[in-house]
T-cell receptor
């Protein structure tokens, strides 16, 4: 079974804090993704990575950065958290075969106060 | 206009009912299509892929109409356990997946 884990289920941070969200997958997948999910908007892609040290901007990269130093780990960084970054953050991974199915982690609900 | 549009619902149906969800997408170059299921406070999980010829998995039938850029999901004989949000998902190219906002279904006894 594919397993994608995220470092925290719930996180509360203050405005201006630096926030790290970590994601680890155990299926040796090449591709990893960070989304945020907000009511009525669905999942929106923040960044993705198709290889170690490679990253591509998604639709809403502003205010975020990412790091992929190892194949199994993809980190999302909020350099200076703001209240409009309060959201559910979902990490996903996929391989290069199998119809590109994405496997999701359980999500991190981040609240910025 | 969103690239993938779904009726948000909610759909409230009795057990045993047949319910259909629709989805439209705007990018005609989209390559692959999926339905994902998301339970409350859980992550999305793949329900089924959608093929041009239509495909069935037990009580679930998915259809794709490329000419109309339209995808559907039919659930027959609804169960309480079918209550969830159903996400229409379109793969544009290698890694670029676009998600609809989801349709919420509640199946009542």
């Amino acid at each position: 079974d594919v397993k994608v884990t995220q470092s925290s289920r719930y996180l509360v941070k203050r405005t201006g804090e630096k926030v790290f969200l970590e994601c680890v997958q155990d299926m040796d997948h090449e591709n990893m993704f960070w989304y945020r999910q907000d009511p009525g908007l669905g999942l929106r892609l923040i960044y993705f990575s198709y290889d170690v040290k490679m990253k591509e901007k998604g639709d809403i990269p502003e205010g975020y950065s990412v790091s992929r130093e190892k194949k199994e780990r993809f980190s999302l960084i909020l350099e200076s958290a703001s209240t409009n970054q309060t959201s559910m953050y979902l990490c996903a991974s996929s391989g290069t075969s199998g119809g590109r199915q994405q496997y999701f982690g359980p999500g991190t609900r981040l609240t910025v106060t | 206009r969103k690239e993938v549009e779904q009726d948000p619902g909610p759909f409230n149906v009795p057990e045993g009912a047949t319910v259909a969800f629709n989805c439209t997408y705007s990018n005609s170059a989209s390559q692959s299509f999926f339905w994902y299921r998301q339970d409350c406070r859980k992550e999305p999980k793949l329900l089924m892929s959608v093929y041009s010829s239509g495909n069935e998995d037990g009580r679930f039938t998915a259809q794709l109409n490329r000419a109309s850029q339209y995808i559907s999901l039919l659930i027959r004989d609804s169960k309480l356990s079918d209550s969830a949000t159903y996400l229409c998902v379109v793969l544009r190219n290698n890694n670029d997946m676009r998600f609809g906002a989801g349709t919420r279904l509640t199946v009542k006894p």
